[in-house]
């Protein structure tokens, strides 16, 4: 639809396609939010409302030096005569710029009620006093030296000042926060000293780089303090614009006399409000989601904001600071968005940028302000040249003057017959006659000397762009000595999510494991200390047939590597095992980790770190075997990771940690038993399948693999019962990959070997059968016989029976192991069964820690 006019009662109408028109009137609209509210200028900082206040403050003599003035006086001249808007939202801006808690240099210097930092609201403007605080008057310096453009105010009534002369960068020290259509701002406030030491590096050297300005500028400063958990955020604010910061509450954990522990909130993070923040503390505990806390209470007074937490006993405080920090305002995200207006277009803006801008800035209002004294300084200094020449010739003006009829003829006489110009020869008439004495014309020579002085200087600064640095520098430098304060927020090295692990209790758990596949963890503090010999307690209640093949003593924090038959490897952490009851069986494995069908567990290692130099040896079925780093499993996925590659019809039997020069020792189920050096077996990468360990015929599988440690014996059973243990010094040490040695005679009433097992003679053991007979019995009642040997009766077991499984219950007599660790890998975990079902004995639990 074209635009046609057409007249209707004298009066014009245009008619336009409504979509067209709703476009430009919004565009219209969304500049003006841009341009004229809600974005700070790069050059002072400030908003136009905030301009406009400091303006109309300082015409009116609100100045430091002034008493306080009524707060509605301010907004009705801001109102009136600059900022045709609602007093409301004049007041609100007014009342921040009062605030220290909002302002890390407040502009205003409030008297009354300007609100709280607990949320609190100003008094009405009618009750509240106001003038311009001392910082304030850096920023409105020079404004009467024709630095800054005006423009006229809204009605062109008046003239207001475009952007103001701004003597130190406002835009960083004080930041700003601001929503306009389609982009908002949000830059944190900053020290001033330490933004001034950033401004004067940037003077001396253009080409200063970020990180050259972070030692002197290392990051914002809030006016409430707090902590910025690292430089991550602050370093891409500072190159990129863009950046998010973790701002954390200070807060210090104090003794009681009575044993218990208080956190004490000293600082709160920027733009918190305290009393919602003690609203939600007391939610928390009403909806007893931090239990370990007691009591809360407010304790702010003149000097400070502490909020007290009070603890109960045998709470541990860092736990419950991560779950104050996870579950309210204790710890926040500060979203830096730099944007800001350059040349009246908004524009995200770098650290460098902000200061390059507001350099550029500074140097035109010095250049400004010099041309300004210069030209002063000249027309004086005309003026002081013409009193020179009336006095040189006293008595020749005193006769002109009395001799002309009027003004303008004294002064053309005056003109021709010295050569003087009009603003001279004024001065002249208007002259008071005590100015011809000696004294007042040393004076006036005196004053024209140093004028010239001051031009030649103000000349000199014009010319030399290097002299307009420094000036800017020294006077920036000035205003650091006058009113820098300390840094108030700390900036830490790391920044650290907080994981469900920091709201866990860093302490020791009893892990069992048992042979039918449930898994338990309870607190090693279950089990009373007892002396040696003592009877033990009951750990666990299991079905017939099941015992405990697994336990550890490791931190709720550490790793527990599930290894399968399948050769996967499983992990999770200690604290994600459900926790159960002495008495309680636990939870079968399969609803914890994701097992196929068919497949078990073979082996369990405890462990809290992964390093690069320890290994892993692994054992299948089919002889294989493989060393890994540790450091290759310290990863997790939900559906497993390949531990080692496995052939056809083979299956993972073992997995033990190795440490270098350890023996191992593998035995089969055709009696014969193989030890060769760990250092036999170069390490390997994760997803491979390993070499030759051990060479056992078709008929024939391995039946295990063990650390065979010094000064211990190898206890084999065959499948009816008959077993023997022999020292391991006995076995000659071999390359990998042989058949090894016979270590027991193979006869067919005693059956195929069924078991073997590393013991010390101090040990216990508990033989189990296929139809759920138990038996337990001291290592040192079975015969420790030579390698060639058949053995003993060591468990009668009946014709349709036979042995399947022996758990070792060690006294810890052994090798010195690491805590978190497997009983059969290290011997570190001790098992004292009260009876077949498979109790724990509390005097081993104490040798554990």
């Known amino acids: 639809m074209s635009e046609e006019l057409f007249k209707v009662d004298e009066s014009t109408i245009k008619t336009a396609e409504l979509g067209k028109e709703m476009q430009q009137s919004f565009l219209e609209y969304s500049m003006s939010v841009i341009v004229a509210r809600a974005l700070p200028d790069v050059r002072d900082g400030l908003k136009p409302v905030h301009r406009r206040i400091l303006y109309a403050m300082n015409e009116s003599g609100y100045t430091p030096n002034k008493p306080h003035m009524k707060s509605a006086r301010t907004v009705g001249d801001v109102i009136g005569k600059y900022h045709p808007h609602g007093d409301a939202a004049v007041y609100d801006t007014m009342v921040r710029l009062a605030q220290p808690f909002s302002m890390r240099v407040p502009l205003i210097d409030g008297h009354g009620n300007f609100g709280s930092i607990d949320g609190d609201s100003a008094a009405a403007m009618r009750y509240t006093e106001a003038r311009l605080d001392k910082p304030a008057m850096e920023l409105l310096r020079d404004l009467d030296k024709e630095t800054v453009d005006f423009q006229p105010n809204y009605d062109e009534s008046l003239q207001e000042p475009k952007v103001l002369p701004a003597r130190f960068p406002n835009l960083l020290v004080n930041g700003s926060a601001g929503i306009a259509v389609g982009m908002a701002t949000n830059i944190p406030p900053h020290n001033l ?46 190159e990129t614009g863009h950046g998010n910061l973790t701002v954390r509450a200070k807060c210090a954990v104090e003794e009681k006399k009575n044993g218990r522990a208080s956190i004490v909130v000293k600082e709160i993070p920027y733009q918190v409000n305290r009393k919602r923040l003690l609203e939600k503390l007391g939610e928390l505990v009403r909806d007893k989601k931090l239990p370990e806390i007691s009591n809360i209470h407010d304790a702010a007074d003149r000097t400070g904001i502490d909020i007290v937490i009070d603890l109960k006993a045998n709470a541990i405080p860092q736990v419950v600071l991560n779950k104050l920090f996870k579950h309210t305002q204790l710890q926040v995200g500060f979203g830096v968005n730099m944007l800001a207006l350059v040349n009246g277009v908004p524009r995200v803006l770098s650290l460098k940028e902000i200061l390059f801008h507001y350099i550029e800035h500074q140097k035109e209002v010095i250049v400004r302000r010099t041309r300004y004294e210069l030209a002063k300084a000249e027309e004086r200094a005309h003026i002081l040249e013409g009193y020179i020449i009336a006095l040189d010739n006293i008595d020749e003006v005193i006769h002109i003057i009395r001799s002309s009829e009027t003004d303008k003829e004294a002064a053309k006489r005056l003109s021709e017959r010295f050569g003087l110009s009009k603003k001279q020869t004024d001065a002249i008439l208007e002259m008071r006659l005590r100015r011809l004495t000696g004294l007042e014309r040393t004076k006036i020579e005196e004053e024209l000397a140093e004028l010239r002085e001051r031009i030649a200087y103000y000349k000199r600064v014009l010319a030399d762009e290097s002299l307009v640095r420094e000036i800017i520098k020294e006077e920036l430098l000035e205003i650091k000595k006058r009113f820098g304060t300390v840094r108030k927020t700390r900036i830490t090295h790391e920044a650290k999510d907080i994981e469900v692990e920091d709201l866990i209790a860093d302490e020791n758990m009893v892990v069992t494991m048992t042979k039918a596949g449930y898994i338990k963890r309870l607190p090693v503090t279950t089990y009373r200390q007892q002396k040696r010999g003592g009877k033990g307690m009951q750990g666990v209640n299991l079905k017939d047939s099941d015992f405990v093949e697994h336990l550890f003593v490791a931190s709720t924090h550490s790793y527990m590597l599930f290894f399968s038959t399948a050769g996967k490897v499983y992990r999770t952490k200690v604290h994600e095992i459900p926790e159960a009851s002495r008495h309680a069986r636990g939870t079968a494995i399969v609803n914890l ?149 016979y270590t027991i005679t193979m006869t067919q009433k005693k059956g195929l070997l069924s078991v073997m097992k590393i013991v010390g003679a101090d040990d216990e053991i508990m033989i189990i059968s296929e139809e759920g007979v138990v038996v337990r019995t001291p290592v040192s009642g079975i015969s420790e016989l030579g390698r060639s040997t058949q053995g003993v009766m060591v468990m009668r077991v009946a014709d349709a029976d036979r042995v399947t499984a022996v758990a070792v219950s060690s006294t810890g007599k052994r090798r010195k192991a690491k805590p978190g660790v497997d009983i059969d890998d290290d011997q570190m975990a001790l098992l004292e069964p009260e009876s077949e079902n498979g109790s724990l004995g509390e005097d081993d639990l104490d040798d554990l820690e």
């Open 193 to 238: 000293g330490e933004t001034i030491d950033a401004t004067c590096l940037m003077l001396d050297n253009p080409e200063v780089t970020t990180e050259e300005l972070m030692k002197v500028l290392p990051g914002p400063d809030f006016p409430t303090g707090g902590m910025i958990m690292g430089k991550k955020g602050i370093i891409d604010a500072y």
């Open 593 to 741: 980790l994701p097992l196929a069908k068919g497949e078990t567990i073979s082996a369990v290692i405890a462990t809290k770190e992964f390093p690069e130099d320890e290994f892993l040896m692994f054992a299948t079925k089919q002889g294989m075997v493989k060393k890994t780093s540790m450091d290759l499993y310290d990863r997790t996925r939900r559906d497993g990771l390949i531990a080692i590659n496995l052939k056809d019809g083979d299956e993972l039997i073992a997995v033990r940690r190795v440490a270098k020069g350890e023996k191992v020792m593998m035995v089969s189920s055709a009696g014969k038993a193989i030890m060769w050096d760990e250092d036999e077996v170069r390490p390997m990468g994760r997803d491979t399948m390993g070499v030759r360990g051990m060479n056992v015929p078709a008929d024939a599988h391995v039946l295990g693999m063990e650390i065979a440690y010094p000064g211990t014996d190898l206890f084999v059973i065959t499948e009816k019962g008959f077993g023997k243990r022999t020292p391991v010094s006995e076995y000659p040490e071999h390359h990998r990959g042989g058949q090894g040695v």
